[in-house]
């Protein structure tokens, strides 16, 4: 037999118990029988067997996963699961844990792991872990160890309560709200109610004054004797009142126009400026005197007036802002401006 026949067959030998070596200590994975309400799978080494039993062999978000690690193993032999096997256990949470010697083989114990499923979770399964194996029928004694495979539990399906397809809605939905927050809404809704009224009349309010100071002093004048005839003050009794009132439109009408401060002044002063005034003529300064006089009878010297007199007196206040009215615009005419008289009329009407 030639030397290159004898090389190949002892590298063929070797390489025959290579392989044999190789299986017997690759961990024993067999998958057993079982039964409908169990999953179980079992691994092991040199006489020392791990078995997995789940139950229920699905996962069901409806009731708890229990897992029971069952690990068999002769006198001389020991085995320990790893010292953490919190995250072993992927889509579980762990909600108990204890350990009990078998009832069914000797040398075994129990390791009962109580799971709760994750709703939601993309995957349930027990990760790979390795198991400690001491033999001290040897000296000194060996160390050695195996390692368990993935195992995935599928998820229980429940086909009368979840549908075939998900709809997405987008609909709003009315939530009733609680009783007990109505009063906090009764007084938010009247409290918005409120800023939007008083919004309302401040703008409103704006608004008016800037009407009110964009007109001319002869429009402002017949605005403001409009607005005292609407108060209605001598059908009410109220003379003295409505004779205040009335000389202080025609007052602040000259104020305006012809910078006299007769609002502030007595009668007398007020005359005595519009005597030495270019602006007043003899006749309106007659006129402003009779009307000024006749006023202060009623409002000093406690003259009874009458709807008549009052009559008479409105008549000649409407009557010197008319005659100033058409002095204004006979001045308009001759100075080529434009005359202000379309409120004017508005007003008067």
Same mark, same amino acid.
């Given at each position: 037999?030639?030397?290159?026949?004898?090389?190949?067959?002892?590298?063929?030998?070797?390489?025959?118990?290579? &392989?044999? @070596?190789?299986?017997? /200590?690759?961990?024993?994975?067999?998958?057993?029988?079982?039964?409908?309400?169990?999953?179980?799978?079992?691994?092991?080494?040199?006489?020392?067997?791990?078995?997995?039993?789940?139950?229920?062999?699905?996962?069901?978000?409806? %009731?708890?996963?229990?897992?029971?690690?069952?690990?068999?193993?002769? #006198?001389?032999?020991?085995?320990? +699961? *790893?010292?953490?096997? /919190?995250? %072993?256990?992927?889509?579980?949470?762990?909600?108990?844990?204890?350990?009990?010697?078998?009832?069914?083989?000797?040398?075994?114990?129990?390791?009962?792991?109580?799971?709760?499923?994750?709703?939601?979770?993309?995957?349930?399964?027990?990760?790979?872990?390795?198991?400690?194996?001491?033999?001290?029928?040897?000296?000194?004694?060996?160390?050695?160890?195996?390692? $368990?495979?993935?195992?995935?539990?599928?998820?229980?399906?429940?086909?009368? $309560?979840?549908?075939?397809?998900?709809?997405?809605?987008?609909?709003?939905?009315?939530?009733? *709200?609680?009783?007990?927050? +109505?009063?906090?809404?009764?007084? &938010?809704? @009247?409290?918005?109610?409120?800023?939007?009224?008083?919004?309302?009349?401040?703008?409103?309010?704006?608004?008016?004054?800037?009407?009110?100071?964009?007109?001319? *002093?002869?429009?402002?004048?017949?605005?403001?004797?409009?607005?005292? &005839?609407?108060?209605?003050?001598?059908?009410?009794?109220?003379?003295?009142?409505?004779?205040?009132? @009335?000389?202080?439109?025609?007052?602040?009408?000259?104020?305006?126009?012809?910078?006299?401060?007769?609002?502030?002044? $007595?009668?007398?002063?007020?005359?005595?400026?519009?005597?030495?005034?270019?602006?007043?003529?003899?006749?309106?300064?007659?006129?402003?005197?009779?009307?000024?006089?006749?006023?202060?009878?009623?409002?000093?010297?406690?003259? $009874?007036?009458?709807?008549?007199?009052?009559?008479?007196?409105?008549?000649?206040?409407?009557?010197? +802002?008319? %005659?100033?009215?058409?002095?204004?615009?006979?001045?308009?005419?001759?100075?080529?401006?434009?005359? #202000?008289? *379309?409120?004017?009329?508005?007003?008067?009407?």
């Amino acid at each position: 037999m030639s030397s290159n026949v004898l090389t190949r067959r002892i590298c063929g030998l070797i390489f025959g118990m290579f &392989l044999f @070596l190789k299986v017997i /200590s690759t961990p024993a994975l067999a998958e057993s029988a079982g039964s409908d309400d169990r999953l179980s799978r079992t691994f092991g080494q040199n006489d020392v067997y791990l078995e997995i039993a789940i139950e229920p062999p699905q996962v069901d978000l409806k %009731r708890d996963t229990m897992v029971s690690i069952t690990i068999s193993h002769p #006198d001389e032999i020991a085995a320990n +699961l *790893p010292a953490d096997m /919190s995250g %072993r256990f992927q889509g579980f949470n762990i909600a108990g844990y204890y350990s009990e010697p078998s009832h069914d083989k000797q040398k075994a114990v129990v390791y009962n792991f109580r799971l709760i499923p994750e709703p939601g979770a993309d995957v349930y399964r027990i990760r790979p872990f390795a198991v400690q194996t001491i033999d001290s029928s040897v000296h000194p004694p060996e160390r050695s160890w195996f390692n $368990t495979e993935m195992i995935y539990i599928p998820a229980k399906t429940h086909a009368g $309560t979840v549908p075939a397809s998900v709809e997405t809605s987008v609909e709003p939905v009315y939530i009733r *709200p609680s009783f007990r927050k +109505l009063p906090y809404i009764a007084v &938010l809704l @009247l409290v918005s109610a409120a800023v939007l009224f008083l919004t309302y009349k401040v703008i409103a309010k704006i608004r008016f004054v800037r009407k009110i100071r964009r007109m001319s *002093p002869r429009e402002r004048a017949f605005f403001e004797l409009s607005a005292l &005839l609407a108060k209605k003050l001598p059908e009410k009794g109220l003379f003295k009142d409505f004779y205040v009132e @009335l000389t202080m439109v025609v007052r602040r009408y000259i104020e305006r126009r012809y910078a006299i401060r007769a609002p502030r002044q $007595t009668t007398e002063e007020f005359l005595a400026s519009a005597t030495g005034s270019s602006a007043f003529n003899q006749k309106s300064i007659t006129n402003l005197r009779q009307f000024l006089s006749a006023a202060d009878l009623v409002k000093f010297a406690g003259v $009874t007036a009458t709807l008549e007199t009052a009559e008479s007196a409105v008549a000649k206040a409407r009557d010197y +802002l008319e %005659r100033e009215s058409i002095q204004s615009s006979d001045d308009n005419m001759t100075t080529g401006t434009k005359s #202000d008289s *379309p409120v004017l009329r508005k007003i008067n009407e």
